[in-house]
């Protein structure tokens, strides 16, 4: 195996979305996608000199990278620059109508001080100054519908077959959301550890008109702390089975191949938190 790993535009300066930007004539929104598409069209012509097989290549990635997987399923532009795909733990989320992200593009123009949203006052900011000034924006990864790139939404895409052909490798890890849960609350908002009393209000304010759904079938009392007890329903729910109805779709028009990371004993990078980590998001790479 010959393994090329790439850069690409990530957030902002991969996906942002500003309508005077967009109507220059070029290719827009998608940048970070874009970038993997150079990558692909240079292995495409160089990887022959390594070794490598341009007719055979396998495309892998992981979360982000995985959805980035299912978007060069759907791409036109990605048609022939690959034959194989994994992805680890992706996501049918994070895509949207152009005009959807160009409004959250003049939100960040605003932010950065940008108030009309011209090209010209944008691109006199530094990567300093937008880091700076962007805030939450700085986390814009959003995909843009914008009929080049893009061209429809990854389920109508392959819901109806009409995407790239290729045999995929699809699969999740048994505890998703441990790893976002101890993010977000212990470790980045350095909150103390969620209590039994917080359970039923977190899953209502969740999934509203179905929690008591969600209550009867994931009961604190089956779980040693309400982290997990969370976790479990947020990561089936969200990833896992969201990831499962792809497969299930997908393997209408090509072969896939499903998996589950079970390994709760796999070493954690994150500083230690007040409950198992187990099979979390990203352990597999780690």
């Not at 994070?94 to 123009?109: L, W």
């Not at 995929?168 to 441990?178: C, L, W």
Request: glycine share 8%.
């Amino acid at each position: 195996v010959v393994v090329v790993t790439i850069n690409y535009r990530l957030n902002l300066f991969g996906f942002l979305a500003v309508p005077e930007l967009d109507n220059e004539g070029h290719m827009f929104s998608n940048y970070g996608i874009m970038d993997q598409q150079f990558a692909l069209e240079w292995v495409q012509k160089n990887i022959a000199a390594f070794g490598g097989d341009p007719n055979n290549v396998t495309i892998f990635g992981e979360s982000s990278g995985g959805r980035a997987v299912w978007d060069h399923m759907i791409s036109p532009l990605s048609k022939g620059l690959f034959h194989r795909a994994i992805s680890h733990s992706g996501s049918m989320d994070g895509q949207y109508d152009v005009a959807v992200n160009q409004k959250k593009g003049i939100a960040f123009a605003k932010a950065v001080g940008c108030v009309n949203a011209t090209a010209s006052c944008l691109r006199g900011l530094s990567v300093q100054e937008i880091q700076a000034k962007a805030g939450k924006y700085n986390k814009l990864d959003y995909v843009s519908i914008d009929g080049a790139v893009i061209t429809q939404t990854r389920k109508a895409a392959f819901e109806s077959g009409n995407f790239n052909r290729v045999p995929v490798i699809n699969g999740t890890n048994k505890d998703e959301n441990r790893w976002k849960v101890a993010l977000g609350v212990e470790l980045i908002k350095r909150k103390p550890p969620l209590t039994e009393d917080q359970y039923p209000t977190l899953i209502k304010k969740k999934y509203k008109a179905n929690a008591d759904k969600v209550l009867a079938e994931y009961p604190l009392s089956n779980y040693s702390t309400t982290s997990e007890a969370l976790s479990a329903a947020q990561g089936d729910s969200g990833r896992i089975c969201s990831e499962l109805r792809v497969s299930q779709t997908l393997s209408q028009h090509v072969p896939v191949f499903v998996y589950e990371v079970a390994d709760r004993t796999m070493p954690s990078y994150l500083e230690p938190v007040s409950f198992p980590l187990g099979a979390y998001h990203t352990g597999e790479i780690h």
